[in-house]
């Protein structure tokens, strides 16, 4: 079965870097476009970013666009989001999911990863 | 970016009773929406993808409707496990957005 596990989450202070990944398996990940969801405290789902199956796309939020890059290697199964320059509006759960077979819907999720930006 | 509004925001319900949810796009999406469950503590699932297709192994209680701007979640008689949180979402173009949400509680 499809099975995403994110780490590297934890407490960073604003404007510092942090790196997450997503270790993925059950499904021939090289085929997938993958994302980053992210829900804050108290608040609803925010989508962060999408790579496509190849690595060649990307697109972000408005919110993280030039601050965070989401990455893959698919030789590893891996998915990655680079977070820079942290800001505590960044502090959520963030989630991978894998995107449905029709569509950019979120077919699978990982449990998350809990970042907490604070000084 | 397409804005998507939910209503109601919460809802008080009990088992047994039929609910409906509506998500309105601020552009038309064609199909693209996927309603999704959200309990505290757990990740996601999806519900319905495509509008009106249902996930694999979601109960059939769970259906969806809809196109271009205006879209219905039903609930066709709650179970106790339904009280949750549930989220629409576009997927017609980028940036891909959710609704606000909308909270399901016990009466």
């Known amino acids: 079965q499809v099975q995403l596990e994110e780490s590297g989450g934890g407490v960073v202070q604003p404007g510092r870097s942090l790196r997450l990944s997503c270790a993925a398996s059950g499904f021939t990940f090289s085929t997938y476009g993958m994302h980053w969801v992210r829900q804050a405290p108290g608040k609803g789902l925010e989508w962060v970013a999408v790579i496509s199956y190849d690595g060649r796309t990307q697109y972000y939020a408005d919110s993280v666009k030039g601050r965070f890059t989401i990455s893959r290697d698919n030789s590893k199964n891996t998915l990655d989001l680079q977070m820079n320059s942290l800001r505590a509006d960044d502090t959520a759960v963030y989630y991978c999911a894998k995107r449905g077979n029709s569509g950019q819907y979120f077919q699978h999720w990982g449990q998350g990863t809990l970042v907490t930006v604070s000084s | 970016a397409i804005q998507l509004t939910q209503s109601p925001s919460s809802l008080s319900a009990s088992v047994g009773d039929r609910v409906t949810i509506t998500c309105r796009a601020s552009q038309g999406i064609s199909s693209a929406l996927a309603w999704y469950q959200h309990k505290p503590g757990k990740a996601p699932e999806v519900l319905i993808y495509d509008a009106s297709s249902l996930e694999s192994g979601v109960p059939s209680r769970f259906s969806g409707s809809g196109s271009r701007t205006d879209f219905t979640l039903t609930i066709s008689s709650l179970q106790p496990e339904d009280f949750a949180t549930y989220y629409c979402?576009?997927?017609?173009?980028?940036?891909?957005?959710f609704g606000p949400g909308t909270r399901l509680e016990i009466k």
């Open positions: 979402q576009q997927f017609n173009s980028f940036p891909i957005t």
